[in-house]
């Protein structure tokens, strides 16, 4: 019988993923998977080009997959590195994260023994959205 939590399914989904990841440059793999209001995942690993700017981050990639499949409403977001530190959604991706999910997302972060938690909207307040650019 499998006694792990739905959350560590999600960060572990989020591990495995990291395999995938595309990182010449800077060896610092990371993998995100995103659940669904109606518990389907989609995962994402970081892929890293040569100018960088070009580069995705695994969140915008499992978002991107989502969004694509036409899913809207997320529950929960796990992001992993391969060095179990703890890692955030940077900045950009708290933005393209908001785009799509409501501030009491869940996000959690992985640390390895044990898993942070957070909201979007205690990791981006005030954002830019919708209704603040009319």
Known sequence: MDDRSPVDDLVESAREIQDRAHVPYSGYRVGAALETADGEVFVGCNLENANFSNSLHAEEVAIAEAV?????????????????????????????????CDPDLLVLCDEGDSVSEYTLGELLPDTITEATLE
């Open 68 to 100: 694509k499949e036409g899913h809207r409403d997320f529950s929960r977001i796990a992001v992993s590195s391969d060095r179990r530190d703890g890692v955030t959604p940077c900045g950009m991706c708290r933005q393209t994260l908001t785009e799509f």
